[in-house]
């Protein structure tokens, strides 16, 4: 079983870049498909990105394709999200998920972080 953590949230201004993080412990980050998903207020949950394990393919949602990026270092047992152009709509808790398999269906990834928080003001 892994354990994921989040970190990188915060308060930003519209345009203005974070890099969320998310480290795991308990189990190579490398047996695993990862993926980020978000969580505003009021809304359901939605797919982000998602990357291979071996990082040689990742996909991304179109409400974020151009502006996030994701990518994966196993040797460091990490992935991150790198959110460049941030929108107030981009406001949410972001979670890291991992999966034995390379999907975009949040019921498919069994192991999440606790969160982080991204604030986006205009």
């Known amino acids: 079983q892994v354990q994921l953590v989040e970190s990188g949230g915060g308060l930003v201004q519209a345009g203005d870049s974070l890099r969320l993080s998310c480290v795991a412990s308990g189990r190579a980050l490398s047996t695993y498909d990862m993926g980020w998903f978000r969580q505003a207020p009021g809304k359901e949950r939605e797919f982000i990105a998602r990357i291979s394990r071996s990082g040689g393919s990742a996909d991304y949602a179109d409400s974020v394709k151009g502006r996030f990026t994701i990518s994966r270092d196993n040797a460091k047992n990490a992935v991150y999200l790198h959110m460049n152009s941030l929108k107030p709509e981009d406001t949410a808790v972001y979670y890291c998920?991992?999966?034995?398999?390379?999907?975009?269906?949040?019921?498919?990834?069994?192991?999440w972080g606790q969160g982080t928080q991204v604030t986006v003001s205009s």
């Open positions: 998920v991992a999966a034995i398999t390379y999907t975009r269906q949040a019921e498919r990834y069994p192991y």
